[in-house]
Antibody
Framework: EAQLVESGGAVVQPGGSLRLSCAAS????????MHWVRQAPGKALEWVSLISWDGGNAYYADSVRGRFTISRDNSKNSLYLHMNSLTTEDTALYYCVRTDSGSYNDAFDIWGQGTMVTVSS | DIVMTQSPDSLAVSLGERATINCKSS????????????LAWYQQKPGQPPKLLISWASTRESGVPDRFSGSGSGTDFSLTISSLQAEDVAVYYC?????????FGQGTRLEIK
């Protein structure tokens, strides 16, 4: 069974940094484009970033471009999100998500349970 | 950016009745070359991650009950639950994956009347 497990969420001060991780299992990780999607408490879903199957291409939402970096290690079946210059607007539950194919343009078929990032002084 | 607007924001329907949620995109999400509509629907129950219900506007995912159906054109889409069950109480989101940034609707909360 395909599964994604996020970790690394924490309480961090404004201006701080954090690295989220996502461990994938039950599928051939390097066959798939992967994403991060976040959800602020009580709010709608917001796409954050994607990375191609080989890590060669990445895209970002305007709200995080220049501050967040997505990466992956296919040898470890792992996805990462490096977050810098965090603000209170980044407070959210961060989901690791699989695209339903190797394509960039496809629905999100597998979601992790999420890891919570709280930015607060 | 393609803005996805759902209506209504909340909906209360009696058990066994039909529920319809609408989603309008600010630009077409129809790729004319292959006539595919880059639109998905998700269901999110409290304390759970979203679950993919329908992709390509009308393709139901494996295991999704057939009371769920999706339809629509290039900019106007709908999700219909033909006979509401208690377990369908959730927030429903539409999503376009036609272009970046990928965007979601604001969500529609579905409750039992």
């Amino acid at each position: 069974e395909a599964q994604l497990v996020e970790s690394g969420g924490a309480v961090v001060q404004p201006g701080g940094s954090l690295r989220l991780s996502c461990a994938a299992s039950g599928f051939t990780f390097d066959d798939y484009t992967m994403h991060w999607v976040r959800q602020a408490p009580g709010k709608a879903l917001e796409w954050v970033s994607l990375i191609s199957w080989d890590g060669g291409n990445a895209y970002y939402a305007d709200s995080v471009r220049g501050r967040f970096t997505i990466s992956r290690d296919n040898s470890k079946n792992s996805l990462y999100l490096h977050m810098n210059s965090l603000t209170t607007e980044d407070t959210a539950l961060y989901y690791c998500v699989r695209t339903d194919s190797g394509s960039y343009n496809d629905a999100f078929d597998i979601w992790g349970q999420g890891t919570m990032v709280t930015v607060s002084s | 950016d393609i803005v996805m607007t759902q209506s209504p924001d909340s909906l209360a329907v009696s058990l066994g009745e039909r529920a319809t949620i609408n989603c309008k995109s600010s630009q077409s999400v129809l790729y004319s070359t292959n006539n595919k509509k880059f639109l998905a629907w998700y269901q999110q129950k409290p304390g759970q991650p979203p679950k993919l219900l329908i992709s390509w506007a009308s393709t139901r995912e494996s295991g999704v009950p057939d009371r769920f159906s999706g339809s629509g054109s290039g900019t106007d889409f709908s999700l219909t639950i033909s006979s509401l069950q208690a377990e369908d109480v959730a927030v429903y989101y539409c999503q376009q994956f036609y272009s970046f940034p990928i965007t979601f609707g604001q969500g529609t909360r579905l409750e039992i009347k």
